[in-house]
């Protein structure tokens, strides 16, 4: 199917219906420029990247939290009425909500990013963290459930009287928000996509009891609950069979609650790989370009992109160089490893912590092997979006060791992007793995010997299997777009 046709169909499914998608982070975040001017800027992270190119297709509305301050003001300016964005030529609506600073540390910072993130990337050091202690409760009780009732608010009110609207929530912050959703709109139809893994049913009773029944419970009240891969989704399945008195139906895939069919369906999220393009060949990452070769110093080029966060495995990246290292003499002064990492919930203090331990690593990596001539490792903490398009055009070879990753779309822009036939060694933990497996080297991200000989693997590999590899995955990306994977779901809850 071409493009046009998918984005036509969308627009039919969608066509006379209210749409409206919901997430912590929106599309935009208005800043003060230079000028003193409040302007939308483009939000962070990898889901506004995937979803922005994708509901270009459809007219909607997406409600998220007010992130900063000149969120607040335009909110407060627009007098409860959406926001268009972009303002110039408007082709959605956005609604923020405020979160007072307290209430949106328990949700996002205690209950979110520690309990749940951890938990689902199976990051929990069990006999020593964490604690669920008195503070954990009160921040489920006072920061969770509350941000997650105004979300649902917020929804109804987008709704304008509609009694049926097709709603889209996303991710881990927002398990709760269908229940509210449901007592309010019972004729609403109702999608959950989880952007992370799911953990299985053992691992998942190490958090409350009412923690977890409530989280599965506002799950259930979804018509469709969506993830990255089967895998995640027979997790989830188990989870109901396990924890529930449902009925599940594994061949099925569907979870019987009441007079409801709850589908339980997987959709690889995809990358606008057009538009990664077009963003790759402008003047910022050509101005980007000579920088990056200059870390490279003229070697191959050893890359990596990450948000600096535990699940990403950055600080045992850098082992496995190091063995690499003590292994293979031969490319002393031959390869330079480029880490680019953008800092991440530096509220936490688990999180700077982590980047001391990573930059240690580095510093000692680096004062045991350098020479006159020769760094082999760059390490570059900023939030450039340009430096990162122009080393995936450049890389000689892409690691990603990620512990477990919900899909991982590094790896395939890496795919789309690189114009050197680059070789990507990807951890079988990822999310992409399942989609990319036949073009990349597989890893375990826990095997530092592993890792270092797929290190040499992937330099000595020879020009025909690298262009062969290259191809796999780029045909890959570029045949199940972003397009595709909202379609796939609208077809789940909308046949």
Excluded at 113 to 135: A, M, S, V
Aim: charged share 25%; with cysteine.
């Amino acid at each position: 199917m071409k493009q046009v046709d998918r984005s036509e169909k969308i627009h039919q499914l969608l066509k006379d219906r209210t749409f409206i998608v919901a997430s912590n982070r929106g599309p935009v975040e208005f800043r003060t420029d230079e000028d003193g001017i409040i302007r939308p800027h483009r939000g962070a992270g990898g889901l506004v990247s995937a979803l922005e190119g994708a509901l270009q297709t459809a007219q909607v509305t997406w409600v998220a939290s007010a992130i900063t301050a000149e969120d607040e003001i335009m909110v407060n300016n627009a007098g409860g009425d959406p926001l268009r964005i972009p303002p110039e030529d408007p082709t959605y609506n956005v609604r923020l909500i405020p979160i007072g600073d307290r209430t949106y540390h328990r949700y996002y910072n205690v209950i979110s990013n520690l309990l749940l993130w951890f938990i689902q990337h199976y990051l929990w050091d069990i006999p020593i963290w964490p604690d669920i202690d008195e503070g954990t409760h009160h921040a489920w009780q006072e920061g969770y459930r509350v941000v997650n009732r105004s979300f649902a608010e917020e929804i109804v009110r987008a709704a304008g009287g509609d009694e049926a609207p097709v709603i889209m929530l996303q991710d881990y912050h927002l398990y709760l928000c269908a229940r509210y959703i449901r007592d309010k709109l019972p004729e609403a139809v109702i999608q959950h996509f989880t952007h992370i893994p799911w953990c299985q049913p053992d691992y998942l009773r190490l958090m409350p009891r009412y923690m977890k029944d409530e989280i599965i419970e506002g799950l259930l009240s979804c018509d469709c609950v969506s993830f990255h891969t089967d895998k995640y989704a027979r997790s989830f399945l188990w989870s109901c069979m396990e924890l529930t008195g449902y009925d599940v139906d594994l061949a099925d895939s569907t979870v019987q609650v009441g007079p409801r069919k709850v589908l339980v369906s997987h959709h690889p999220i995809s990358i606008d790989w057009r538009q990664l393009q077009e963003n790759a060949s402008g003047e910022a990452v050509e101005s980007e370009k000579p920088n990056v070769l200059r870390m490279a110093g003229g070697k191959r080029m050893l890359l990596r992109i990450d948000r600096i966060d535990f699940s990403k495995n950055i600080v045992r990246g850098f082992k496995v160089y190091r063995r690499f290292l003590d292994k293979y003499h031969e490319w002393w002064g031959k390869v330079v490893f480029v880490a680019l990492l953008y800092p991440s919930r530096l509220g936490l203090v688990k999180y700077r912590k982590y980047i001391e331990t990573l930059e240690h690593e580095v510093e000692e990596l680096n004062d045991e092997f350098s020479t006159r001539s020769w760094q082999p490792v760059v390490l570059s903490v900023e939030d450039n979006y340009s430096q990162s398009l122009a080393a995936l055009l450049e890389y000689d070879v892409l690691l990603v060791n990620s512990l477990f990753d919900g899909m991982n779309l590094v790896s395939k822009e890496g795919a789309a992007l690189n114009t050197r036939n680059g070789v990507i060694i990807l951890s079988e933990n990822a999310g992409s793995f399942d989609e990319l497996e036949e073009g990349v080297i597989p890893i375990n991200p826990l095997d530092i010997e592993e890792g270092a000989d797929a290190i040499n693997t992937a330099l000595l590999m020879d020009a025909g299997d690298r262009k062969r590899r290259a191809s796999i995955m780029a045909e890959k990306v570029r045949s199940h777009t972003a397009e595709d994977w909202l379609l796939d779901q609208i077809e789940d809850i909308l046949p």
